[in-house]
C-alpha cells in the first residue's frame, strides 16, 4: 500500500478538513515565496484536491 492510499484512508471523511488543510499550506508557501511560485503552488493544490477527494462540487480559491 503506498503512502497516498494510506493518507486516502486517513482522509476518508474528512474531505472538508483536507481541502482547509490544502489551502493553509498554499497560503503559508505562497506568503513565504512572496508569490514567485503562485501558479506552481495552485497547480499543486488542485492536484492535492483532487486526490484527496476534497473538490467535488466545489469552486476553486482565487
Same mark, same amino acid.
Given at each position: 500500500?503506498?503512502?497516498?492510499? /494510506?493518507? /486516502?484512508?486517513?482522509? /476518508?471523511?474528512? !474531505? +472538508? @478538513?483536507?481541502?482547509?488543510?490544502?489551502? *493553509?499550506? %498554499? +497560503?503559508?508557501? +505562497? !506568503?513565504?515565496? @512572496?508569490?514567485?511560485?503562485? =501558479? $506552481?503552488? +495552485?497547480? =499543486? $493544490? !488542485? *492536484?492535492?484536491? !483532487? $486526490?484527496?477527494? %476534497?473538490? @467535488? =462540487?466545489? #469552486? #476553486?480559491?482565487?
Amino acid at each position: 500500500m503506498s503512502m497516498l492510499d /494510506k493518507l /486516502k484512508g486517513l482522509l /476518508k471523511g474528512h !474531505e +472538508d @478538513q483536507a481541502r482547509t488543510g490544502v489551502d *493553509k499550506a %498554499g +497560503d503559508y508557501a +505562497d !506568503e513565504k515565496t @512572496q508569490g514567485r511560485y503562485s =501558479g $506552481q503552488v +495552485d497547480t =499543486g $493544490q !488542485e *492536484k492535492l484536491r !483532487e $486526490q484527496f477527494g %476534497g473538490d @467535488q =462540487g466545489n #469552486p #476553486p480559491r482565487t
